[in-house]
Every structure is written in C-alpha cells, then in structure tokens.
T-cell receptor
C-alpha cells in the first residue's frame, strides 16, 4: 500500500456542473477525512468517516456537497452546481483510530478550478 | 473563529541556524498538537506531534515545545537545511484536526 490516493489530480469544470472526487485511503485505516485548502490558507475540515459512518460535518459543507464511504473503503466527495468559490484543493486523509502520535496521512489532493 | 493561528506568514533563515515557527491556539480542549510540512503540489506530510500532557518532544533536528498556560506551541529546527524550505502547518485537535494558516520557511544556503 503506497498511501492515500486521490483522483483526479486536477479538475476544471464550468460553473453549474457537478463534479465527483475519489479517495482511496490506506487499507487498514478506519477513519477518513476530507479537507479543503485555498491559496494561502491552511486545510479546513469538511467531514470525516469512521468506517462507513459519517460522524461529523463542518458548516462549510453546504447542501451542495455530499460525501459517501460505502462499505468503509474508498470515499467520494460530490459537489453539485459548482460555483467559482468552490475552486480549491480538496484533500483526503486517513488514520487508524484517532490521529494520536502519527497524525493523518494525506493524499496529494484534487485541485478543482471552476470557470 | 480561528482556533489555531500562525501569525508569521513567512520566515527566512540561514542554513545551519535555528528556525523557530510559532503557533497559538484558543481551544483549551485540544489534547494533541502536530506539525505538518507541505511542498507544492503535494499533500501535507506529518512531521512531529506532542500530547497535552507533555511540554517537549524531540525527533532528530525537530523539537516541539508546548506551553499550555500560554496556549502556544513552537517548532524548532536545528540546524536548518535548504531542504527544510516548505510551508509548515501546526494543527491541534481532539476528534479531528484544526489547522493554522501556515508559515513559509525559506532556508538560504
């Protein structure tokens, strides 16, 4: 297992279109997190899963955003009716239990550009 | 409401000298603190952590100090190397991590 994998790496979409991103965590990790990072800012928490259960969602996650983690394996993040303000790097991370001493392992992210 | 703040957006240090990156937090419920390093076009990489029951943790050239009464933590890198040039994020949490805005460290040869 080489780490957390995110696809696609880059996505350019027109305003109003729907987009979906995929994250494959480290296989033995039961927790999966989605973060969003804009230029010059730190990652902002969006949501996290423990196995297949979505346990917490940020207020940043409007009703246009939905995340799933079927069967507790990979996860998808969908954004409907994209807006220019959705342009950001979307980061996925995973951990075994809480982050404790070793933090999360992050993927390389999906950069979304809404034109 | 920014619960974790890094007030210095950038820091420039000469190779071989000490780099000190600072971070302040407001939530006294945070029980774990971490530092991440990020290169362009990559996700953040875990560097070092400290739990709230400790005041210092070392790993090679990296040392993190925690001052709970001041709600302040710092990362010391000694000696600094050009390869340390990156953006550094501090993060704090209980159930999930809250990140600061980052400090860009530039180590000059």
């Amino acid at each position: 297992d080489t780490g957390v994998s995110q696809n696609p790496r880059h996505k350019i979409t027109k305003r109003g279109q729907n987009v979906t991103f995929r994250c494959d965590p480290i296989s033995e990790h039961n927790r999966l997190y989605w973060y969003r990072q804009t230029l010059g800012q730190g990652p902002e928490f969006l949501t996290y899963f423990q196995n297949e259960a979505q346990l917490e969602k940020s207020r940043l996650l409007s009703d246009r955003f939905s995340a799933e983690r079927p069967k507790g394996s990979f996860s998808t993040l969908e954004i409907q009716r994209t807006e220019q303000g959705d342009s950001a790097m979307y980061l996925c991370a995973s951990s075994l239990g809480t982050f404790s001493d070793y933090g999360y392992t992050f993927g390389s992210g999906t950069r979304l550009t809404v034109v | 409401d920014q619960q974790v703040k890094q007030n210095s957006p950038s820091l420039s240090v000469q190779e071989g000298r000490i780099s000190i990156l600072n971070c302040d937090y407001t939530n006294s419920m945070f029980d774990y603190f971490l530092w991440y390093k990020k290169y362009p076009a990559e996700g953040p990489t875990f560097l070092i952590s400290i739990s709230s029951i400790k005041d210092k943790n070392e790993d090679g050239r990296f040392t993190v100090f925690l001052n709970k009464s001041a709600k302040h933590l710092s990362l010391h890198i000694v000696p600094s190397q050009p390869g340390d040039s990156a953006v550094y994020f501090c993060a704090a949490g209980g159930n999930m991590l809250t990140f600061g805005g980052g400090t860009r460290l530039m180590v000059k040869p």
